[in-house]
């Protein structure tokens, strides 16, 4: 079961890897796009690049063991102790997941084969797909079937990109939905779990006082109703901005390798030049 502060920490999972994806594999495709292909990491040589993959290697099991423990101690509904325990091995298999693409970067590239990564990983996504939102109805409900969309969207890129991972769109489309999926959990922890950022006319979730399904309480049926067209004007309006940002930041990298390019290729274009004006032509001798 979810919390703002459980919805805040996948955001800093989620959208900084979604993002470095989209700007690596973005920049890879620019340089030459008939041999493209996806990397299941995109590693760089200056190792302060990488931080974001130690992060996760601390993090992940962290915040799994942190699942696991509120598993043992949880004494709420059933639906609520298995939901703990769900993320929790979901978590685990991510974090199982980074650990063989270090050991496939660093030791044996042809002991796994990258298929295996990809499939790997949509695999986890799908165990996270039927964990998600377990136990809440209604209006919350409603929030966590979108998310749940998004992660349909990554686990089919995943397996898209074992079968041909030169498929840059399967790439762009994993990558935009991993930030998608970090944008719109934060906004579901603002929206569901605290009473500033909650609709008009309805409650946060609370899991001290559920006994079954959980949902958003509301005043009135039609502030419900309210809600739930505010969520899917919300979830289109996050859609915009990603894709926007999306094509944004790929017209920007192409922009500034067209101009690298330009720079580069100028002044060994005005040596040539030059260098054809100082050639004099030969005189030609006729034999007689």
Known sequence: MASLATNFTAFLFLFPVGLRRLLFSSSLYLKNPSLYRSKPWFFSDQRFKNLDLYFLIISLPIASFSEFFFFLTFSGHPTYKYSF???????????????????????????????????????????????????????????????????????????????????????????????????????????????????????????????????????LQEDGFRGISLINLLFVVHAMGVLFGSFVLFAFLSRNRNSRYSEASGPLLAQLESDSTLTRPVPEFELE
């Open 85 to 219: 325990f769900s993320q929790s091995f979901s978590l685990f298999i991510f974090w199982a997941l980074i650990l063989v693409i270090i050991f496939r970067e660093c030791y044996d590239t042809f002991l796994v084969s990258e298929s295996f990564v990809y499939v790997l990983a949509g695999f986890s996504f799908l165990i996270e797909y039927t964990v998600i939102g377990k136990g809440v109805v209604g209006l919350g409900g409603v929030v966590y079937d979108l998310l749940c969309d998004l992660t349909l969207v990554c686990a089919f890129a995943c397996l898209v990109l074992a079968i041909r991972p030169t498929a840059f769109f399967a790439e762009f489309f994993l990558s935009c939905g991993l930030i998608f999926k970090g944008s719109w959990l934060l906004q579901a922890g603002f929206s569901l779990y605290t009473d500033a950022f909650a609709f008009k006319g309805c409650h946060k979730i609370s899991l001290s006082v559920a006994k079954g399904n959980v949902d958003v309480k509301c005043d």
